[in-house]
């Protein structure tokens, strides 16, 4: 089944810099992709939906690049602020199961 | 309103005691989650509800039961806690299952002592 590795577990960054954060998978079928930001003591929120066909997604202060022949997400994050100190995982969904599943999360920390 | 909500927050268990965590959703949505969440493993689905009736199981379900009695309501059961299950569990509810976006409860946080 799909298999999700993400990296790095862990990230430090001053404020202002930029922050990189990146998934690989397994299945070539997979079509929805997911960023999803979890606060210290909160839920899971979702952070950005991404469809296979669309290789860049911006959002306000992130993008979202899809590289589907390396079978690669990332999300980066464009200078930094304390308020984007979180937990963000990926989640990755496919034609072949009717789950998603979750990369192990990395746990960004911006420093002022 | 939140959309998503656990009951309890957090609870603490003995070994071989039966805990029960319900979840309960107003988005009126089809499926239905639960996952725990452990450092270093990220979100693992345990088990799974596609509406009223329906359970399925997910990656991880062996030790947990779960019930689905209505569209709003999804619950998980430990019959028989082990520390193993010390965990903090997630309920999330979708529309369209693997597709869409899934919405999280706040999270209960369980002690199996």
């Known amino acids: 089944g799909e298999q999700v590795e993400q990296r790095p577990p862990h990230l430090s960054v001053r404020e202002g810099d930029s922050a990189v954060i990146t998934c690989t998978y397994t299945?070539?079928?997979?079509?929805?992709f997911f960023w999803y930001k979890q606060e210290p003591g909160a839920s899971l929120q979702l952070l950005m939906k991404?469809?296979?066909?669309?290789e860049i997604n911006e959002g306000q202060g992130f993008t979202v690049l899809l590289n589907k022949k390396d079978k690669r997400l990332s999300l980066n994050l464009t200078a930094a602020h304390p308020g984007d100190s979180a937990a963000y995982f990926c989640a990755v969904s496919s034609s072949n199961t009717n789950k998603v599943v979750f990369g192990t999360g990395t746990r960004l920390q911006v420093l002022p | 309103e939140a959309a998503v909500t656990q009951s309890p927050r957090n609870k603490v268990a003995v070994t071989g005691g039966k805990v029960t965590l319900s979840c309960n959703q107003t988005?009126?949505?089809?499926?239905m989650y639960w996952y725990r969440q452990d450092t270093g493993h990220g979100l693992r689905l345990i088990h799974y509800?596609?509406?009223?009736?329906?359970?399925e199981k997910g990656d991880i379900p062996d030790g947990y039961k779960a019930s689905r009695p209505s569209q709003e309501n999804f619950s998980l059961i430990l019959e028989l806690a082990t520390p193993s299950q010390t965990s903090v569990y997630f309920c999330a509810s979708g529309d369209r299952g693997h597709q869409d976006t899934q919405y999280f409860g706040p999270g209960t946080r369980l002690l199996v002592l």
């Open positions: 509800s596609y509406g009223a009736g329906s359970t």
């Open positions: 299945d070539p079928n997979s079509y929805y």
């Open positions: 991404v469809f296979s066909s669309t």
């Open positions: 988005n009126n949505h089809n499926n």
